[in-house]
């Protein structure tokens, strides 16, 4: 299906263009992961979700796509939180990692082609650092090397701001043995306590931006075709993985830089001081994780998007509509006549194929994710009208309505749970007791567990293929 073209908005070109792989059908992708010293939070799960989708698109469309996501194993917050804890920062490490793997699954991300980690990579990163020095880029002072900014005249394309304006922008740690205020740092020397290896410099452990272009080097080569991540990590991390990348290959470093917006919470920019901050654990506890997808994706990814608990529950109501569909269509179908489509039953699947034409269209136009979800819902709409206990819709035809929804959510990563997983084992109990009492023409039996199954967030229908069922 990679006939349609898919336009992304590059932050480099500041413009949509044509996605055009370097290899035709291929497609190399990094995306900036976590730190692993705690839970992520909202605000992660938002370009891990993204940029998910978007490794599900392509591959939807037909790419192969080599897909890196890495982890940040060491730094200053690791190893703080590792002394405060009193286990080493490996330790930590294999303990949040896991804990990463434990929500993304949750949330529906599926794990990347390659999960580098920085420790694991240690001598790729002393290597590009080493040609870094060799090339003039970079410079060694007592163990410490510092990439000199000024010396890459493209430095700020990324960020579109020219060196001066950064520097006046930025807040700049003082630090005497840089060159520059601007510079940064690729290798940091051992301090006591700290976790070190060796180098050519001394003792010691890489800066952070450094990881990034060392492992997407080392997984997926020197020119990549898409990096992605949080708009926050435009300046200064993408702006130096840029810079450190291509004034080590002499090449551009990635063809397309896909980023996300910021996640707000109550309609403010959420911080630890303002006591607004959610983990992806935390907010788990009180809404599924299917929710907090379909939450993420229901907003265009460069908006920004408020997160808050009406809006929450406005979500879980959405995703509910579309489940509620699934299972009417899957109880219709049941008892549904094994025919030929008629006329006006072919004219209905004619429409189905527009809407995954339309849902394609919007997903080609930069992944706009919240379109392609109204697409979703209007093919709901129409199959609710159409499809009915009194139409007698063809069981192939209704077949078609729930394999479209399916595949369409799929590409989203949604729509996971299964028809046995959408009721609840107490509810479907219920079902069954009531079956028997209106059996039995107990007729009071049975509205007591209409009642029963309405307090548990359920309507009941009777109908002639028997009862219908709906989340309320």
Not at 251 to 266: K, S
Request: charged content about 25%.
């Amino acid at each position: 299906m990679i006939d349609t073209k898919l336009y992304l908005y590059n932050t480099l070109t500041r413009k949509k263009q044509e996605f055009i792989p370097i290899e035709p059908g291929k497609v190399k992708m990094y995306s900036c992961g976590p730190t692993v010293y705690n839970f992520f939070h909202i605000g992660n799960a938002r370009p891990f979700i993204l940029f998910d989708t978007l490794r599900r698109y392509l591959e939807y469309k037909g790419y192969t796509v080599t897909f890196v996501q890495n982890f940040t194993d060491i730094d200053d917050k690791m190893i703080n939180k590792a002394n405060e804890l009193g286990i080493s920062v490996k330790e930590l490490a294999d303990q949040y990692i896991a804990e990463y793997f434990t929500d993304a699954k949750g949330l529906g991300i599926r794990p990347a082609s390659v999960h580098p980690r920085a420790t694991e990579n240690i001598d790729a990163i002393i290597e590009i650092i080493q040609t870094l020095v060799d090339n003039g880029y970079a410079y060694n002072v007592n163990g410490d090397v510092y990439y000199s900014t000024k010396k890459f005249d493209q430095y700020g394309k990324l960020s579109h701001q020219p060196l001066e304006e950064l520097e006046s922008g930025a807040r700049i740690d003082v630090n005497e043995d840089k060159k520059d205020p601007m510079d940064f740092a690729l290798w940091k020397k051992q301090k006591p306590g700290e976790p070190a290896w060796e180098s050519p410099w001394g003792m010691g452990r890489p800066g952070w931006h450094i990881e990034c272009s060392a492992m997407a080097n080392t997984y997926l080569g020197k020119t990549i075709d898409i990096h992605s991540g949080g708009q926050d990590l435009i300046f200064p991390h993408h702006e130096n993985e840029i810079a450190q990348s291509e004034a080590a290959n002499h090449c551009v470093f990635a063809n397309y830089w896909v980023h996300n917006g910021y996640i707000n919470v109550d309609n403010r920019k959420m911080s630890k001081s303002l006591g607004n901050f959610f983990t992806v654990r935390d907010v788990a506890k009180e809404f599924d994780y299917e929710v907090i997808r379909f939450f993420m994706l229901s907003a265009h990814y460069r908006s920004p998007i408020n997160f808050s608990k009406d809006l929450m529950e406005a979500a879980k109501s959405s995703l509910e509509r579309i489940y509620n569909c699934l299972d009417a269509m899957t109880f219709f179908a049941k008892n549904a006549p094994a025919r030929e489509a008629s006329k006006d039953e072919q004219d209905f699947l004619q429409k189905l194929k527009g809407y995954k034409n339309k849902f394609i269209s919007a997903m080609d136009d930069d992944l706009n994710t919240a379109d392609a979800i109204s697409v979703i819902f209007e093919i709901v709409a129409d199959a609710n009208k159409t499809i009915t206990a009194e139409s007698q819709t063809a069981q192939s035809v209704i077949h078609s309505v729930i394999s479209l929804i399916r595949e369409l959510g799929g590409v989203l990563g949604l729509l996971t749970r299964s028809e046995e997983q959408s009721i609840p084992a107490e509810v479907q109990a219920l079902l069954d007791q009531r079956a028997d009492a209106r059996k039995a023409k107990n007729w009071a039996e049975s509205d007591k567990i209409r009642e029963q199954l309405k307090d548990l967030g359920y309507a009941v229908k009777d109908t002639p293929q028997g009862q219908q069922l709906t989340q309320i």
